[in-house]
């Protein structure tokens, strides 16, 4: 058998146990694909991310959900530079590259004030596009009626790097309603069916954050929730900016809250900037270690 150590953090939180959790795994390139896939199976949690080498880049990350590998994941990035930083693999660096699938995105590494590690990370350049399904059907399947989405604001897929469905809702007490039957997604999501969806709306539990979500995983991950989301919140900025502002602005601060409803709370900071006809987004988190454990892989 060969062992192999994964290092639990949370991300987007200060707080063991809140936030989202990641399995991070740092020698990735011993290991091969199928390994990897195995290896985010037994871990379980929504995202492990494994570091390998980059020939374009300072490093490479990975991304895999227990049912597949992603392009990206925002939570997982922030825990993968969190534990090179404070485990002294990036020396004195503040400022790397990481290529993923998604493409090649800027990272930078500040201390805060408090003296906390923040990780700032450059999402892939905003994109939208329609969503055709039935709205009484997309209700229904995450624990709705019509009537608790938006009237005015559209529903649109949206991705910084990976394809969501950012569904505006009226009131914060929806939330705490949703129950998401997630094998109904595909069927309803007919122009993307492998997207996850992802509720929002503008009333918050905390006053300093902009908006509150939830977000529901594609079946085929073979995860129900996301606790903090990272990539979404970013394209959900671009959103604000883009339906809500109106463009009426130069750059925005955004605080998504998510979690609360399952125990979870993290915060995630979203910077929106115009940049001619899209927008800049970075996204700032935090991320703490909770524990080390191993899994077991037969040896080939």
Known sequence: MKSITVHHFDAF????NKGNPAGVVLNGDDLTDEEMQKIAYEVGFNETSFSVKSEIADLKIRFFTPGHEMNLCGHATMATIFALKTKGLLGDKSQLTIETKAGILPISIQTS???????TMKQATPKFEQFTGSKAKLAQSIGL???????????????????????????LKAFEKMKPNTKEFPTILKDMPKASVHPFCMETFDPKATMHARHFSS?????????????????????YGKYI??????????????GQEIGKDGRVFVEVSKNNES????ITGNAVHVRDFEVLLEKE
């Open 13 to 16: 939180s200060n707080q063991p």
């Open 279 to 282: 927008f800049d987004i970075e």
């Open 219 to 239: 079946p085929y991950s073979g995860t129900i929730e996301d606790a903090v989301t990272g990539t979404a919140s970013g394209v959900m900025g671009a959103y």
């Open 145 to 171: 009626e019509e009537t608790d989405l938006h009237e005015t604001l559209p529903i649109l897929y949206g991705s910084t790097g990976i394809w969501t469905l950012l569904i505006p809702i009226k009131e």
């Open 245 to 258: 502002m109106k463009n009426e602005y130069d750059s925005l601060h955004l605080i998504v809250e998510q």
């Open 113 to 119: 004030d408090e003296n906390e590690l923040l990780i």
